[in-house]
């Protein structure tokens, strides 16, 4: 009998001594506060370095000349993006190879090839960004006869709109709008400043 009551008394001595712990425990960890994060640890980040391909079409017009050169284009994009909350700010750069042409009264002129260096700046909701950018244009117009040929290359400015949508964390898709102008250049052909502006639809894979 004696021995049963100092097991007992064992028992219900060890049980305190671990009650006291867990509630010693339990204080420590609310002076702390539990651990946070500044956003939901599933967000979608569009910080980093990427690199992609587009698709589009483009149409435009040659001042001083009746010619309207449209057609397919492709090409691929570089770029870097800086993300603070949904504010993301980025710098990309592409190169385009370009079939728009177009022939009219003994005239044909094309934009055998173009690119852009440009600023994006955009709002991101998770994992759709919507941004608009703008920056430097550069590329060739080049016209002919039917015994003359002659290009030059010119720089430019270009502006445009755009939705990125991220598909995986890795791997986004974009549809974008641009405004594409290139400066004038003297033409012997026309006798004339020939310049090409073109809007255009393109879609791409990052």
Known sequence: MIRATGTVAAILVATCAMTMSAQAADWS??????YTVNQPLNSYSWA????GG????NWGSVSNNPTRPSGFMGGVQIGYNVQSGPLVIGLEGDLQLNGAENRFAGWKF???WFGTMRGRIGY?????????????????????TATQ????????WTVGIGAEFGLTQNISAKIEYLYVDLSSSRFGITGMPNAYSA???????N
Do not use: D, Q
């Open 29 to 34: 960890y609310g002076s702390r506060g539990p």
């Open 149 to 156: 040929r002659e290009s030059h290359t010119a720089a430019g």
């Open 54 to 57: 587009n698709l589009g079409y």
């Open 110 to 112: 094309e934009n055998p």
């Open 124 to 144: 991101a909701m998770n994992n759709i960004l919507i941004y608009g950018t703008g920056g430097l244009a550069f590329g060739t117009l080049s016209g002919e």
């Open 199 to 205: 809007g255009m639809v393109r879609v791409g894979l």
């Open 48 to 51: 980093g370095p990427y690199l």
